[in-house]
């Protein structure tokens, strides 16, 4: 059965919510699996970083880095409407965080705090993401283990990849731990428990692989 | 075994009805009783030691939903716990916050329950010519009759009001105890609103959209009551009725 007054943007405005975030997570992981390949070492590194600027279209093989600027004005606008619909849901005004407040102080609740925790690294994400963004979206052509790892340790941009490492891999496991049970995956087979099991190894393997990238960039620097 | 401990109770004390009262927490000291539950323990503290004390119970058997009060953090029933949970012998009290506080435990749920109840409409709507009260009712099935009756059982406490973060930074939200009875009614074959009737009720910020999955209701509803399955259900039977 379909509405007819589908004026109320409030249903739109939370599937928007949900599945942007769950693109973003799944770009956020497919993402950190390919920086990862610093680890194999410089060709793999390179060769990812090639493969992305789609070299193997080009006659030269230098492939396109715009592509990747593309990649990144894409989760950009992505993640602005992310942030635009779930602001929706953060107490904004002093008075609502006030109630939230009072009530965590008389009332012990796991999730409501692993919510807290989701709306702290969604504002830590705001503030670094764009300056990620921005450091590749505006050269492209650097990615690689050479360029990444001067921007990283030379030019101190690690403090900038650090927390943001640790707010998105956070965030985006709590959210898709929320998406899953906001939506009714809760099943008998795959239960809240495990699925909050789930969570947390993802949220901690991400982490672990992100830091041993970041590192592993170290001695190209 | 638990017999023997001497208990300390603090708890909030605070009359908005007495001219310069401040809110307060106050120690009461009591000695434990085999099979003692937070309920008879405030009885014989109002009884043996403090007659102002105010806090509510009707059932003393966790079917009138009275009692509710945060014990040491969770949001319960009094009647349903047991002192000798807390091996401290320490417990905490303070009322269910988000209500109206009509004195140290006691909170008005009723008048929240019943301007919920206007304005969600929880009542049953039946077609208009099959209200014959001549007639013998049409019988249910009883699968259906067992999953109304799972819903049904909501004793309207307003735990999962108060462990609801969402409700108390959005005033209007409706709660689970909203959705839940939303749910009965959709369930129920003799109501004759429409998935867009429901829609126009909770379909929005102050409904299914606004809830936020902090499952608060779920992890504390004193009478186990599926809300996380119930909810996500309406969210998606909300949503299919958009696209």
Known sequence: ???????????????????????????????LVLVSSILLGEDAMTFVAKTMELSFLSEDGHGYPWVVSLIAIGVGLLASIHVLVAMHKLPLSL??????????????????????????????????????????????????????????????VWM???????????????GIYRVAIKWGSERALNSR???????????VVFVVIGIASLLAFLPYA | MSQGRTLTFNIFRYDPQEPGDKPKMVKYQIEEAPGMT?????????????????FDFVCRAGICGSCAMVINGFPTLAC?????????????????????LIGDLSVNTGKFMRELAERLKLWLHPKADEVDIHRIEAPMAPEEAAKLY???????????VSACATKQMRDTFVGAVGMMKIARFELDSRDTRSVEDFYHVIGN????????TLLGCQDNCPKDLPHMQQIAYLRRKMATALV
């Open chain 1, 193 to 203: 428990d495990r699925i909050k099991k789930i969570k947390t190894i993802v949220s």
């Open chain 1, 160 to 174: 900038v990849y650090l927390p943001l490492l640790l707010c998105v891999e956070l965030h985006a496991a709590i």
């Open chain 2, 80 to 100: 349903r716990t047991l002192t000798s949970k807390y091996p401290k012998a320490e417990i905490t009290l303070m009322p269910l916050p988000g209500f109206e």
């Open chain 2, 205 to 212: 910020q102050d409904g299914v959209f606004g809830c936020m």
């Open chain 2, 38 to 54: 937070v309920f008879i323990a405030l009885n014989m503290l109002r009884e043996k030691q403090d007659p102002s004390l105010q």
């Open chain 1, 95 to 156: 008075q609502q965080q006030r109630a939230l407040r009072q009530q965590m102080s008389v009332i012990n609740h796991g999730d409501t705090k692993l919510w807290v925790w989701q709306a702290i690294t969604g504002v830590g994400i705001l503030l670094l993401l764009p300056v990620h963004l921005w450091l590749i979206g505006s050269a492209p052509e650097t990615i690689g283990p050479a360029g990444s790892a001067d921007r990283i340790w030379n030019q101190g």
């Open chain 2, 150 to 160: 799972e819903l049904e059982r909501c004793v309207e406490c307003g735990v999962c």
């Open chain 1, 1 to 31: 059965m379909s509405l007819n007054n589908k004026k109320n943007l409030s249903g739109w405005l939370d599937m928007s919510q949900s599945l942007s975030g769950v693109i973003l997570a799944v770009f956020l992981w497919t993402h």
